[in-house]
């Protein structure tokens, strides 16, 4: 047990912060964690969790399906439905922001490498981290793809890659600052970093409050929203250059939410509030349940 402690916001580095909200991990542990915001730049964290050695048992559920292949469950049912149409969805992207059609691709935090397999399959180099062991194997398994073990990042050859992918993984590292020099440096000149992330600035954090899904915790250390994104872009000698949206984020962890909630008709409540935020997202793309920024360097 050591608790991983900050002091200063990694954002905007001030020093001082306010209560925000507690939240429970429904997810595997069922405890309790405070998340501060900090006063100058609204940028929000959430507190005393366990460092990068001992957070392992937090995600160690059967229901953690971002590491696993059951379809077991409803939500479940969907969310691998969705995963497949988003795998395609996701290679456009990446191709359309490198202007590439095949190019080299680092994606940190590949999981089982499902999202990597489809950038193979349509002839992009692939280079992944996982720090999970049981996705390594997996993907090894599934896809014969090889990837490296979270310590290998840093050893990595300088300016190499067209693009460095996030999906729903920078929320999750400890050391923040450190691994945006990191990719800064792993990316060539023309490259692109696109990181996805929950937006806690979105309809459905501002509805769902404490028991919104994506607050994760403690899973989840950091919680971004666009503003604060620019910022942290800014400090790393990264340019903002455009954002998405994730339109089934807004579905999926609104259903979640209401599972959280133990809401009657969970389901049907879900896709109503999960509506509203797409509705809401198509106006402003800055208010989506999850959002996809991509940065080129300064
Ligand atoms: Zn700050």
Known sequence: MAIF??????????????????????????????????????????ENI???????????SENYISHSNTTKGFVNAIYH???????????LLVENVAALRKGHILDVGAGTGFFLNEMNEYGWQVTGIEKSEDARRFAKLEFNLDILPAYELSKLKG????????????????????????????????????????????YDAKHYKEFWAAYDVPRHIWHFAPSQMKLLGEKHNFKLINLHTMPFDSF?????????????????KGIFYG?????VSLVNKAKCSSVIYVFEKN
């Open 50 to 60: 366990e460092d990068e050695e001992n957070i392992g048992p937090y995600y160690q």
């Open 159 to 202: 300016k190499s890659y067209d693009v460095i992918s996030l999906w729903h993984v920078l929320e999750h590292i400890h050391q923040l600052n450190v691994n945006l020099d990191i990719f800064f440096s792993l990316l060539k000149d023309d490259g692109k970093l696109v990181i996805a992330v929950p937006n806690h600035d979105s």
């Open 81 to 91: 439905q969705v995963r497949k149409f988003m795998l395609g969805r996701k290679r």
């Open 252 to 268: 999926y962890v609104s259903m979640l939410s209401e599972k959280y909630k133990k809401s009657a008709l969970a389901f049907f």
């Open 5 to 46: 402690k900050v002091k200063q916001c990694p954002v905007c580095d001030g020093k001082e912060f306010s209560s925000f909200l507690t939240c429970t991990d429904y997810f595997v542990s069922g405890e309790e964690f405070q998340i501060k915001r900090c006063k100058s730049c609204g940028f929000k964290i959430t």
């Open 275 to 279: 509506k509203i935020s797409w509705l």
